[in-house]
């Protein structure tokens, strides 16, 4: 299995992982040969790319946090409680309950799995795919913070929810394919105030929950919206959310901004720990990632290339490497892995888009 961009892809490629679309529904699954038609299809759609199967690269096996089952259902959720508001008919608390328990009894049946691989997703289907991939990172940080079951719980809601106040900002804002103008982000901030009154207007949705909706664009350092709050004064929650929603919103390919590396996107969050970010919160993602995961390419300081096809926990930023390449460009003949983890002498020096 290797990930292919999709300007990259060609008829008779296999999929290796389910593509989803944007009412989360698999657009094409694990199996199915691609022909030219889907492939232009998967451009139109501003699909990044897809993870194919790779007869000389083999099976890899991946552990994602959360099962596809639990990501679908919860991505089919968010959807439904999203585009219900809009129409102004409110929402089944009920539906938003079961996405969270899926996702917390899955990571709870693991809570040391490493953040590996993000999932695949149509530009349009952005909120609702990053709304479950915040919720997935909070409800992990939260584990990994000792927070008890009821707190957890708090957190899963809040984190799942914490955009919605973005339905009613304009689409035009939301989609704009560049920077926005002042009274744009005046107009795109206000959804912190929104979200918080849409929580609040359903009673069996926690207050605390619904807090993360209002805080989590808050920064300690006191230059976060919409209340300027320092540290002591922004809730635990917000704290971990907004961690999450910072390292997703990096590392998701978007319609005006290109995805950045894990191993970068922690550099930042690393950097920016105590300032635009709880340190603890920022210290706990930075460890929980996957620096280098599953299915990137690497040149090595010999200048071999090769994919990562397992992570080591103990030293997440020296991967296991199976090598494609020489280092003379040439493909390798026969099977060779290279655990960096023992072979100090060897390091990346780069990860190939
Ligand atoms: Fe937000």
Known sequence: ???????????????????????????????????????????QLGIPGVYIQD????EIEYHDVVSEKTRTRAFSGVKETFESILVGKGFDVEVINESVRDIIDDIASNPNVLINLTDIRAYDAYTFGHSVNVCVLSVLLGFKMGLNELEIRELGIGSILHDIGKIFVPEDIIKKPGPLTDQEMQEMKKHSLIGWEILREHPEIPVKSARVAYQHHERPNGTGYPHGLSLDKISTYARIVAVADAYDAMTSERLYQEAIMPFEAIQIIDRLGGVQFDPEVANLLCESVAPYPVGCQERLSDNQIGMVVDVNQADRFRPVIRVIYNPDGTQIDGFREIDLAKESILSIVEVIK
Do not use: C, Q, T, W
């Open 1 to 43: 299995m290797r990930f292919v961009p999709v300007n990259r892809l060609e008829p008779s490629m296999i999929v290796a992982r389910p593509i989803y679309g944007s009412d989360g529904r698999i657009l094409l699954n694990s199996g199915v040969e691609l022909v030219d038609s889907y492939i232009g299809r998967l451009k």
């Open 55 to 58: 007869e000389y690269i083999g």
